[in-house]
């Protein structure tokens, strides 16, 4: 970011604009905006010093516009062609971030909550994906959405884009690789840093577009061939802006640190060392956040959950509490991480490493036989892992008896482990949780790191385990902080918006189930109608479209429940190595426990809105980059495979063609109608489906066709595939039959 601020709530923002600038003895943030209150019309810098009695001298008046320039951030106030401020508020004026769309038209994602604002392709024209802009309403669009005209932009996004160099009748630009930024960014001669055309490049950005003219700027670093071993990452790294350099401070703060924990450290705590905590992680992990135990207590388990303190060692306001918040997540890529704290802290002094002591902050909980927490205490320990396990390793000597003989020496605390989580599930599936298990793809790659193959991952036994036992910790973590009424950020998540809704009624209803209408949708409806498709054999394309009609998940202060986990509470307490609101919730834990109350906490309400909005667009951001870099890698694969036929299913009806999804690699491209067959294609909506006015063949959400890869374009990511032979002619599929009684599954 050019400036990044993450300033979007009102009273968040003055309460930082006023300490940013009280040291220069300049009046407040609400000081001055009374004063522009009281002006009642636009006024000058020098107007203004008057109003609010700040000395005619260059530093005072210099400090006074920076103090402007950071209520302009935070959407408080505009700064007219005239070099005059004004209140946004009374300018009839709608601050908010821009959010693109590789069609040219965007939305304006309002600071203050409110329905999002349409963007015509014409507004778009100044305007970067991420970039903060005061918009006035003008109207609705077609679909009855208010719609918008950019009246200033407040704060850039980008200083610099990754893209492809271009070279075409004697003009060089660079074309970005953020689908988000359809605009190209012209390079004035001996710009291009000796980079040839088709090459990938960061180019510093010099002038920022305007409505009748694109951007321009200089190439300050040639990449290489778009191609080329780990570039994916590279690119999405550049593309969507993701931290990945360590300030020097941060840097030195993490190399003081020692690489032991010290003694005196270790005072006052519980002492936990000979307790057999474990980490179970995959079997590529290098962080350990977490360690658990079971055992077996009054009608019931002790369950504890070990999970680092970071807390202890990184500091609110410090160079590496900046560096991890500005971060706010770590971000995985296939053969790569960026994480959110330096290696010496996240794979070192607080990792949960075997044999090592280590701090942690544990959730001690009772569950019992019926699957419910019954009690539950935070407390500050230290520890020492008695192993580092792996899912794999875990599962085989659940499901066979059979492991290596350290793991076979804390089987017992393993087997109470997976009966406790038995009983965890089954609380589960009452209260209606969806619980879903859409592989991820795993990526292969030979010595040179070429992608050689894709295979889908899915959750074994161990992995469903840790999830059930950290869902329960957050949800003791969430308790904790609500009773004693601490700021915090809860993971909150709320159910589809009523047009995703109406559209899963209709994919639904093609194998004849029925989601109820006339009232609010519960998560034990949806969990019903999935629930009926059990043992039909497209159960996994149904979990996706579900999924994919769910609303995301966000990071709020103000907790509202969790819809897919049927939660009335819910916060991230379990990873605060690799994401910042789990570190908040320590630090607010941690508050409780040595001071009893908020009283002197670092955090008020409106910080909390405001790393609420951080965090969720950082979570945002990082999955936007790894989903891109899996899609070129997954296109860098099927170029070596253009021709090769494949089996697949059909996952999305449009009326150019259908998606098709491979079965065997789980990679998904579009058949053209131009390619399903020498007749005319009809769209039914309701049905979705694509029939044939001839032959009346019927290509419909889930169908099995046969295709081969027809082409691949790596720079716009899209994989074209031609139809070979239908396996199944879809209209209506068969329903699955009502299952009667439920039968217990080892998930």
């Known amino acids: 970011m050019v400036q990044e601020t993450g300033l979007s709530r009102r009273s968040g923002s003055r309460r930082r604009a006023g300490r940013t600038r009280r040291e220069a003895d300049v009046p407040a943030a609400e000081q001055v905006l009374a004063a522009l209150e009281r002006e009642g019309a636009p006024a000058t810098l020098e107007r203004l010093a008057e109003q609010v009695e700040v000395a005619a001298e260059p530093q005072a008046l210099a400090a006074l516009e920076a103090q402007l320039a950071g209520l302009i951030r935070a959407g ?36 203050h909550g409110d329905q999002d604002i349409f963007l015509p392709a014409r507004q778009m024209r100044r305007l970067f994906d991420g970039d903060r802009a005061a918009v006035q309403v003008r109207g609705q669009d077609r679909q009855g959405r208010p719609m918008g005209s950019v009246m200033e932009v407040l704060e850039r996004a980008h200083s610099e884009l990754v893209g492809r160099l271009h070279r075409e009748s004697g003009v060089t630009y660079v074309v970005p690789d953020n689908p988000r930024i359809p ?61 990945h350099e360590w300030p020097e401070e941060a840097l030195a703060e993490a190399e003081a640190m020692p690489q032991r924990v010290p003694t005196a450290a270790k ?22 956040d977490d360690a658990v135990y079971c055992e077996p207590a009054d009608d019931g388990w002790r369950i504890l959950v070990a999970i680092a303190d970071v807390s202890h060692y990184v500091r609110p306001g410090s160079p590496l509490d900046q560096e991890a918040q500005r971060r706010g997540t770590s971000v995985y890529f296939p053969n790569r991480v960026i994480p959110m ?6 794979n070192g002094l607080c990792s949960l490493n075997p044999q090592v002591d280590r701090l942690c902050m544990v959730c001690d909980m009772h569950l019992g036989r019926d699957g419910k927490v019954t009690g539950s205490e ?38 109470e482990l997976h009966a406790a989580w038995e009983a965890l599930i089954a609380a589960r599936r009452r209260r209606g949780a969806l619980d879903f298990d859409v592989p991820e793809v795993a990526f292969d790659f030979d010595e040179h790191g ?83 498709l059990h043992d039909h054999p497209e159960r996994e394309l149904v979990e996706m479209v579900v999924l994919r009609s769910m609303q995301a998940a966000v990071y709020r202060p103000r907790n509202i429940g969790h819809f897919g986990l049927a939660l009335p509470g819910y916060a991230h307490f379990t990873s605060p190595i690799r994401r910042y609101p789990d570190l908040l919730v320590h630090r607010g834990i941690r508050q409780v426990l040595e001071h009893g109350s908020a009283k002197g906490f670092a955090y008020a309400m409106p910080d909390m809105e405001r790393l609420g909005d ?36 059909i996952t999305g009806v449009m009326p150019f063609g259908v998606f098709v999804r491979l079965s065997e690699v789980h990679v998904e491209g579009l058949v053209h109608v131009s390619y399903l067959g020498k007749e005319y294609f009809r769209h039914d909506p309701v049905r979705r489906a694509l029939v044939g006015e001839r032959s009346g063949t019927v290509f419909g959400l889930t169908g099995h066709v046969r295709v081969r890869v027809l082409r691949v374009n790596l720079e716009d ?21 009502a299952r009667k009684g439920r039968r217990r599954r080892r998930r």
């Open 450 to 532: 070429h992608v050689t193959g894709l295979s889908p991952r899915h959750r074994g036994v161990a992995h469903r385990i840790i999830e059930e036992c950290m869902i329960a910790a957050n949800v003791e973590a969430a308790r904790f902080l609500r009773h004693h009424r601490m700021p915090t950020l809860y993971r909150v998540h709320e159910g589809p918006a009523d047009e995703k809704l109406e559209e899963l009624r209709l994919f639904l209803a093609t194998f004849e189930v029925k989601l109820p209408k006339g009232q609010t949708l519960k998560p034990r409806d949806l969990y019903r109608a999935v629930e009926r």
């Open 717 to 737: 990511r899209k994989i074209d595939f031609e139809l070979v032979e239908v396996a199944e002619s879809v209209d209506t599929p068969e329903p699955a039959p």
């Open 378 to 415: 935070f407390y500050s320990a230290v520890m020492r892992s008695a192993a580092r396990l792996t899912y794999d390793d875990v599962t085989t000597l659940l499901e066979t008896g059979r492991g290596r003989p350290a793991l076979q020496r804390l089987a017992g605390p393993l087997r």
């Open 341 to 346: 704290l330096p290696e010496a802290l996240s």
């Open 614 to 649: 951080l965090t969720s667009r950082a979570e945002r951001r990082a999955d936007e980059a790894t989903w891109d870099a899996h899609d070129r890698l997954k296109c860098e694969f099927m170029q070596d495979h253009i021709g090769t036929e494949y089996d697949g299913v």
């Open 267 to 288: 005072q006052g705590r519980v002492d936990l060392r000979e307790l057999p905590l474990v980490t179970i992680d995959g079997a590529d992990a290098r962080d350990f």
């Open 183 to 243: 605009h190209h960014v012209v390079i004035p001669r001996g710009g291009h840093g000796g980079a040839q055309a088709g090459e990938a490049v960061l180019v510093g950005i010099e002038e920022y577009p305007e409505e009748h003219r694109l951007a321009i700027g200089r190439v300050s670093r040639v990449l290489g061939s778009p191609g080329a071993p780990g570039m994916e990452v590279e690119m999405a790294v550049h593309a969507f802006a993701l931290p």
């Open 76 to 111: 408080e106030v505009l700064r007219n062609r005239r070099d005059e401020y004004l209140l946004v508020r009374k300018a009839d004026l709608v601050p908010g971030r821009v959010q693109g769309h590789r069609d040219g038209f965007g939305f304006l994602i309002p600071d």
